[in-house]
C-alpha cells in the first residue's frame, strides 16, 4: 500500500540459474561422452597412410626399373647359329647364300669416359655357317681377316685374323674410340661415336695364295689392288653394361662407293649414341630443384628478419645459410656422374646458391652487429639521462 497516494512499483529481476559444474552422469563416474563419427571418416586416415605406402613403394619399383632399363649385357652364346640365334643383321644386307660363312660380331661396351670422350669396347669375333650350329669344318674355314677402324680413317685398322696358322676361328680383343659431345651440359650430355667393321678373305689375285691380314690394310687402300677379296656378312650381338650411362646403337652396311668403305664394300659403319640414365637426370634435377628451394627458404626467412625486425630469430637463420653453405659442394658431389669441371647446372644453380646464401648470411651478421650498436648507444644515453636527473 502507497502511503504517498503514489503508484507502486515492482521490480523483478530475471536471471537464468547458473551453469551446472557437472553433466547428469559425471557423479556416477561416467566419461565424458564424444562425438562419433561415421565408419567411412574414421577410415579415411588409414586409408590415406596406407596409398601413400603404396606410393612410395610403387615410386621404388619405377626407380628400380628405370635404373635397369637401359642395361642389356651381352653374353657369349654357345650356339653359332647366325639366323636362327640371337644375332642381329644390318638391316640393307644382301641375302646371303645359305649355307655361306659368316662372321658373328659380340660388341660389349665396357667403359665410357665423358672428360676425355673415349669409348671402350669388347670385341669378339666367330667365324660360322649359317643356320649351322657346329664349328665349321676345316675345309670350309677359310683365313678370315677382321678389321676394326674409326670412321674418319685417321688410324691404323685394328685386325684381327681367323684360322691364320695357329689362330681359331674366334678372336677377341678391346677397342677405343673418341664419341662427340661436351660433357658441360651435364646431365643432358650427349655423345655420338661411330666405328666401321668389316670382315674379309684375302687371295692373291695371281696364284691365289693367302695374304696375311696385316698387308694390305697397312699399305692403304691403293695397295690392295693385287688381292682378291671375298667379303663375309657380318651379324652382330651388341650390349652395354656401363653403369651411369646408355646406348642406342644403329647398323648400316657400306657399299663401295660409300666416302667410309675404306676397305672395299661389306664393311659395316656401327653408330652409337650415348646419354645419361633416366634415373642419373632425374636424381640431378631432383638435387638442382632441392637446393634451390632450401636456398631461397633461406633468403625469404632473412627478408622477413630484416623487414619485421625479427631479433630472436636471426641467429638461427644465420646458422642453417651457414650450414648449408658449407653443404652444397657435399651435395653437388654427391650427384651421380657430376664432372669437376663447371657445368650448365652449375651457372644456373650451385654459383647462385652459393653467392645468395653467402650474402644472406653476411646481412644477417651485418644487421645483428648494427642492432648490437645501436642498443649499445641507447642505453648509453638513456644512463646519461638518468644520471642527470639525478
Not at 566419461?31 to 605406402?53: D, G, L
Request: aromatic fraction near 8%; proline fraction near 7%.
Amino acid at each position: 500500500m502507497d502511503l504517498h497516494g503514489g503508484s507502486q512499483y515492482h521490480s523483478v529481476t530475471m536471471s537464468s540459474p547458473p551453469p551446472p559444474s557437472t553433466w547428469a552422469g559425471e557423479e556416477t563416474g561416467e566419461r565424458t561422452p564424444k562425438k562419433r563419427f561415421s565408419f567411412t571418416r574414421r577410415m579415411i586416415p588409414y586409408i590415406t597412410i596406407i596409398i601413400f605406402c603404396l606410393a612410395i613403394i610403387v615410386a621404388v619399383i619405377v626407380t628400380g626399373v628405370l635404373f635397369n632399363k637401359s642395361v642389356r649385357k651381352t653374353e657369349n652364346k654357345q650356339s653359332l647359329n647366325l639366323v636362327d640365334g640371337d644375332w642381329e643383321p644390318p638391316p640393307n644386307i644382301p641375302e646371303p647364300a645359305p649355307s655361306s660363312l659368316a662372321v658373328g660380331v659380340t660388341i660389349s661396351m665396357r667403359n665410357f669416359d665423358p672428360g676425355s670422350s673415349i669409348l671402350s669396347f669388347d670385341m669378339e669375333a666367330i667365324l660360322a655357317k649359317l643356320d649351322d650350329p657346329n664349328v665349321p669344318e676345316a675345309a670350309d674355314a677359310i683365313p678370315v681377316c677382321f678389321f676394326v677402324t674409326d670412321p674418319e680413317g685417321l688410324r691404323s685398322p685394328l685386325i684381327l685374323s681367323m684360322n691364320y696358322g695357329d689362330k681359331t676361328d674366334t678372336n677377341s680383343t678391346s677397342y677405343n674410340t673418341t664419341a662427340d659431345g661436351s660433357i658441360s651440359h651435364f646431365p643432358f650430355d650427349g655423345y655420338s661415336g661411330a666405328l666401321v667393321i668389316g670382315a674379309q678373305s684375302l687371295t692373291n689375285a695371281t696364284d691365289n695364295s693367302v695374304v696375311p691380314c696385316a698387308e694390305p690394310y697397312d699399305r692403304g687402300v691403293s695397295g690392295v689392288d693385287g688381292v682378291a677379296h671375298t667379303v663375309l656378312p657380318l651379324y652382330f650381338q651388341i650390349g652395354q653394361d656401363m653403369d651411369p650411362f646408355s646406348a642406342h646403337t644403329s647398323l648400316q652396311q657400306l657399299s663401295e662407293n660409300d666416302t667410309l668403305a675404306f676397305y672395299g664394300d661389306g664393311t659395316v659403319l656401327l653408330s652409337a649414341t650415348i646419354h645419361r640414365r633416366e634415373v642419373v637426370r632425374f636424381f640431378a634435377v631432383l638435387m638442382f630443384i632441392t637446393t634451390w628451394l632450401v636456398t631461397l627458404g633461406v633468403v625469404i626467412a632473412t627478408a622477413v628478419v630484416l623487414l619485421k625486425n625479427r631479433q630472436t630469430e636471426r641467429f638461427g637463420i644465420v646458422a642453417a645459410s651457414t650450414a648449408l653453405l658449407f653443404a652444397l659442394p657435399s651435395l653437388r658431389s654427391a650427384t651421380p656422374g657430376i664432372p669437376n669441371t663447371p657445368t650448365v647446372s652449375d651457372a644456373v644453380g650451385y654459383f647462385w646458391q652459393i653467392a645468395l646464401l653467402s650474402l644472406s648470411t653476411f646481412v644477417l651478421l651485418c644487421h645483428a652487429i648494427w642492432k648490437m650498436m645501436d642498443d649499445k648507444a641507447e642505453e648509453e644515453g638513456t644512463n646519461k639521462k638518468s644520471l642527470k636527473a639525478e
